[in-house]
């Protein structure tokens, strides 16, 4: 069986990256700086090491992985839109002081890191709305989970190996989601506007953004 630490798969290399990440905002750094992958596979966060590449689930398996190394809990926490309006996407929590904040990677730059100073998970989640969109400009976001803790799984090996990162995949799908608002609230959304489209759009990887009947990779 292979060994659950992240440390004993890493190159001498990887290593020295892994244990400079020692702060959330050094984690998001490093993501930052990891192209967005749009592949329709799951990286475990010692894949994400040795490919640098990484979608939005990865991010959030290799954040988690990484804030737990520095004394953070391994949770996430899953975005989620009506099906078929667009993509999830997965957060890494962490709090300080009793305060929320997250790191994620994201094709969009408006879904990315947040200071730990949201009195609420939902308070939180509702700063990624605004960047939360599809290509035709509608907010989708709708729902989000209760976090998730990695840590009850560490027997399938998630920080390790693809396999691992598969079965939170499909555990995430299964978990119950809450309404972020109402059915009236989004029959009264206004479109996102061309500036705000056009900014959060800085940077994005076009295939990895999500077509409506075609599976492209989370967030």
Same mark, same amino acid.
């Given at each position: 069986?292979?060994s659950?630490?992240?440390e !004993?798969h890493?190159?001498?290399?990887?290593?020295?990256?892994? @244990?400079?990440?020692?702060?959330? %905002?050094?984690?998001?750094a &490093?993501l930052?700086?990891?192209?967005y992958?749009?592949?329709?596979r799951?990286r475990c966060?010692?894949?994400v090491?040795h490919?640098?590449?990484?979608h939005c689930?990865?991010?959030?398996?290799f954040a988690a992985a990484a804030?737990?190394r520095?004394?953070y809990?391994?949770?996430i926490?899953?975005l989620l839109?009506?099906p078929?309006? !667009?993509?999830?996407?997965?957060?890494a929590?962490?709090r300080? @002081?009793g305060?929320?904040g997250? %790191?994620?990677?994201?094709n &969009?730059?408006?879904?990315?890191f947040?200071?730990?100073?949201?009195r609420?998970?939902?308070?939180l989640?509702?700063t990624y709305?605004e960047?939360f969109?599809?290509l035709d400009g509608?907010?989708t976001?709708r729902?989000?989970?209760?976090?998730?803790n990695?840590?009850a799984?560490?027997?399938?090996?998630?920080?390790?190996?693809d396999?691992?990162?598969?079965?939170?995949?499909?555990?995430?799908m299964?978990?119950?989601h809450?309404?972020l608002i109402t059915?009236?609230?989004?029959?009264g959304?206004?479109?996102?506007?061309?500036?705000?489209?056009d900014?959060?759009?800085?940077?994005?990887?076009?295939?990895?953004?999500?077509v409506?009947g075609k599976?492209k990779?989370?967030?």
């Open positions: 069986m292979p659950p630490r992240i !004993d890493l190159t001498p290399q990887e290593l020295e990256i892994w @244990n400079g990440l020692n702060s959330p %905002v050094q984690i998001q &490093f930052d700086q990891t192209p992958s749009p592949e329709d799951d966060p010692v894949t090491m490919d640098r590449l990484a689930l990865d991010g959030g398996l804030l737990r520095i004394g809990p391994a949770f926490v899953d839109p009506d078929g309006m !667009d993509d999830d996407h997965v957060l929590i962490y300080v @002081n305060s929320y997250a %790191v994620a990677k994201s &969009f730059v408006g879904l990315r947040r200071e730990p100073i949201h609420s998970l939902r308070e989640v509702l709305f960047g969109y599809s509608i907010k976001l729902y989000y989970t209760r976090p998730f990695l840590a799984y560490d027997r399938v090996n998630w920080m390790t190996t396999e691992g990162a598969q079965v939170i995949e499909k555990r995430l299964q978990l119950s809450f309404p059915k009236e609230m989004a029959a959304l206004t479109p996102m506007d061309r500036l705000s489209y900014a959060l759009m800085t940077g994005a990887n076009p295939d990895g953004i999500y409506p599976k990779a989370a967030g």
